[in-house]
Structures are given as C-alpha cells and as structure tokens.
C-alpha cells in the first residue's frame, strides 16, 4: 500500500484535509498528518516510511531527502518551490511538483488588500488615498499577477506590467508592458512583485530600480523576501520619506524598519498569501490528485525539477 505523508508546518484547513483523505482513501492509499511540527526531526522521522510527500513552505533539504529513502515524489501544495533542494531530488530520483495557479486569487487579493491598507495609512487615521485612478505596476505576469490585474481593473485602476517571458499574453489583453523595470517602477504609484526567487530575479528589485519611484509610492510584495534587496530598499526608503513597503513575510531587516519607518510598513507575521480555506482547498486537492495520477498513470505534467538520466 502507498504510504502519503501531508508536511505543513503551517496546516491546510480542516475541510481540505478531510477532501485531500477522501482522493487517498478511494484510491487505496494510507495518509499520515504531520501538522503544526516545530522540530525537522519529527519531518526527517515521518518522510523516512512514505512514497510521496504533499508540502507547503515546508523546507525539504538534502539532509530531509537522505531521510526519505522510500520517497518517489513531493508536491509542493502551491506555486513556489524554492523551499526544496532540487538538484538533491534529481539526483535521488525523487520527483517534484508544484501546483501552479491554485492559489493564485488569494494571494492576489492579499497583495489588494495591503495595496488598500497601504493607500490608507494603514488605517491608522492620517488621511488617505484611493486606488481608484491609479496606476498599477506588475512586476512579472504569473497566476498570481493576472488575478491582481482582474480586481485592479474592476476597482478603476490603470495596470502596467513589466515582463519577459509573458508579454504577448499581457499585451493580448490589452496591458501596456513597458520597456524595462526601470520604467514600470517610474510610472507605478503602486507596484505589486510577482516573481520567483530564482535565478535573475534574485535582489533584481535594487536600488538601480527603487531609486525611479516616485516619493509616496507603495511597493506590495506577495512574491519571496529574496527579490528584494533590503539594504537597497532602506537606503530609498531613507531617501523618499512617501515611500511604504508591505510584504507578506518579514525581512531581516524588521528592527531597521522599526527604528527608522514607523507607519510606512506592514508584514504578516506568518507567510499569509495562500492561508485561505478555498487555496488549501484547490492547492491541497491538486496536490493529492497529481500524486495519484503519478502512481497510477506515470504523469509528470507539473514537474519542476530535471528528470534524473
Ligand atoms: C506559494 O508559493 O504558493 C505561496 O507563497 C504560498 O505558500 P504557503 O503554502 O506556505 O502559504
């Protein structure tokens, strides 16, 4: 019998996990929960008996993969994976997946709703502004940019994009994308971050870039604290004193910003972009669904690491 291991530190709503046991049991597979863990030993015990591993920003490194020596495959329940070592897996022969745009609308109406609480002051009293009107600079057009673009249009906003890869799908919905970061960070009176951490978006949002926006900006960031560089974003944020930073997950730098920018930031303290039941729901389903069809019908469709040769 297949042995499923579900790893969240941060766990899925109880209605997902009820439907995510429901795929298992039909398909004769046995689940095991590991939920709300607070040491890596309890998840290198747990992976070490199970075939597949559904996770969310669970970290599986080479030490958690030497562990899992049964595992053939893990899905990430969401849309980054940076969280997994995947040479180590490749090289394991284990396969990744995540699940791509499942939980796409909640964090885009996170990254709405921070770019509201941005305009108005954080709430805080001090007059505000309105969305309405203004213009709003998507870095990157992934699932979760095009879900912002939706409710940014719908709210009476102008959207730019900035992309590389996706520019014929924006400009075929009528998106103005602009000719280079700089650009959108110039036009943007508020710019939403929608890239992966990996490979040339790494601190890509650098002062070379921040320094174009204009004082009383709001950058939102929904995407990884890793795109940002910090020491770049205090400097800027030294220098235009408008400037407000929201972002879902803390930076290092949060005492920094404590001392130096009181009523100009706002970080959730736990990564809350896809903590909705609806995204563990879709995430969770597509997850246990895709495990499945890996066993019974060998599809690897939303692979994300290198074939091992
Ligand atoms: C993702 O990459 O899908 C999001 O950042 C959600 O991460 P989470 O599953 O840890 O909430």
Known sequence: MRKILIATEKPFASVAVKKISKVFKSAGYDLKLLENYTSKQELLDAVSKVDAVI??????????????????????????????????????????????????????????????????????????????????????????????????????????????????????????????????????????????????????????????????SIIVNTARKEVINESDLVKIMEEKSGIKYLSDVTPECEDEFAEKFPGRYFFTPKKAGAQTAEANLNAGLAAAEQIVDFFEKGDCTYQVNKKAL
Do not use: C, W
Request: proline share 2%; aromatic share 6%.
């Open 55 to 216: 996770i969310r920003s669970d970290k599986i490194d080479a030490e958690v993969l030497l562990a899992a020596k049964k595992l053939k495959i893990i899905v990430r329940a969401g849309a980054g994976y940076d969280n997994v070592d995947l040479k180590t897996a490749t090289k394991n022969n284990v396969v990744v997946m995540n699940t791509p745009g499942q939980n796409a609308n909640a964090v885009a109406e996170l990254a709405i709703g921070m770019a509201i609480l941005g305009i108005r002051e954080l709430f805080s009293g001090k007059p505000g502004g309105e969305l309405r009107g203004r213009t709003l600079g998507l870095h990157g057009f992934g699932f979760v940019a095009r879900n912002v673009f939706r409710i940014a249009r719908a709210l009476g906003m102008k959207v730019i994009v900035y992309t590389r890869y996706s520019k014929h799908a924006a400009a075929a919905i009528g998106l103005k994308v602009t000719n280079s970061l700089e650009q959108l960070y110039e036009k943007s009176d508020i710019v939403s971050i929608h890239v992966p951490a990996k490979g040339e978006h790494l601190k890509s949002v650098s002062y070379e870039v921040l320094k174009h926006l204009k004082d009383g």
